[in-house]
């Protein structure tokens, strides 16, 4: 039995799913920016050095915002830094990598690499659990466009940012979360030109009612609608009609995490001009097993940015 306090839980769960459909309801047929909070600018800037090998200066930066909270990241940089500006790449990647994803890039190059922390945790245990970090989860997914397009804001006003040649990788749940943070970037006049979406899908329902860790699997399936009104305007489809630039579409034949109708849907919606290649094999990943799987995405990724002229070549 729940007993009292879990019934106060659930009760307090049920509120706060009310406030959130409320919510989306109200956005339906608005700009989908209007129910995402803005970025921030004039952000304090901590930056903590964690090593310096072979050419490189890695940091910690972490920027203190009012409304969007403190935001986290990983900065990569040339050391020294030449004279000429760097053009920015900004790295998200999947949920358990989040900052530390730039560690799998080698000759990065006179090119400044950034990667971000997601705000969630990685795991819930427990329905409890769940219900009771709801809305502090709900109000941190939120927040991710913002606090992505404040990261990029404060980037590109570094002395040694190249404003005009910015790329944005968005890889397995940073796909996900990629258009909405260009389309929120663009309305704050950070212009993206170069975006990777690598390994994604849509609708955001679709993805979570075909991923097979969600157990029981019958949950995914009912949550599915409620997430795609919930969470509609962080939905990659109403976004990407919306953006411009150059795009490259990364895909996995034998995907068992992105539905393939996701991923059809998805690439689709993605605007031109753009390039589609598939790959061999499943989900892309940082075991041991996909090692090869995965530095085969990264040499194509910045094979594209440098045949586009996103991206300086790295010394190789």
């Known amino acids: 039995m729940w007993g009292r306090k879990g019934l106060i839980i659930a009760g307090f769960f049920g509120l706060v799913l009310v406030g959130a459909v409320t919510l989306a309801l109200l956005g339906y047929g608005r700009d989908p920016l209007w129910s995402l ?8 800037a901590e930056r903590t050095t964690l090593s310096a090998p072979d050419h490189r200066l890695f940091e910690h930066l972490t920027l203190h915002g009012k ?3 403190d935001i986290a990241c990983n900065l990569s940089l040339p050391n020294p830094l030449p004279p000429k500006k760097l053009p920015v790449v900004l790295v998200l990647g999947g949920l358990v990598t989040g900052a530390d994803s730039i560690r799998y890039l080698k000759d990065a190059g006179d090119n400044a690499i950034v990667s971000y922390a997601w705000p969630i945790p990685v795991g819930l245990h427990g329905v409890r659990a769940f ?7 709900y109000h941190r997914v939120m927040t991710i466009p913002g606090q992505v397009a404040s990261v990029l804001h404060w980037v590109i006003n570094q002395p040694w940012a190249d404003a005009e040649r910015i790329s944005l990788l968005g890889f397995s749940q940073g796909a996900l979360a990629a258009p909405s943070v260009q389309d ?7 212009r993206v030109g170069w975006t990777i979406i690598a390994y994604g899908g849509a609708p955001l329902g679709a993805v979570l009612a075909g991923n097979p860790h969600m157990k029981p699997a019958w949950l995914g399936k009912a949550l599915a609608p409620w997430v795609d009104l919930v969470f509609h305007s962080l939905e990659p489809t109403v976004h990407l009609p919306r953006l411009a630039g150059k795009f490259l579409v990364l895909e996995g034949r034998d995907d068992s995490l992105i539905p393939e109708a996701a991923r059809n849907l998805l690439r689709e919606a993605v605007p031109e001009p753009k390039t589609v290649i598939t790959f061999e094999g499943n989900h892309m990943g940082v075991g041991p097993d996909k090692m090869a799987l995965l530095q085969k995405i990264i040499e194509t990724s910045k094979q594209w940015l440098i045949e586009n002229g996103a991206i300086n070549p790295g010394p190789d």
């Open 184 to 190: 929120i970037a663009a309305h704050d006049g950070t």
């Open 131 to 137: 219900m009771l970090q709801a809305p502090g989860l």
């Open 37 to 44: 909070p803005p970025p921030e600018h004039g952000l304090k």
């Open 67 to 69: 409304l969007l909270g």
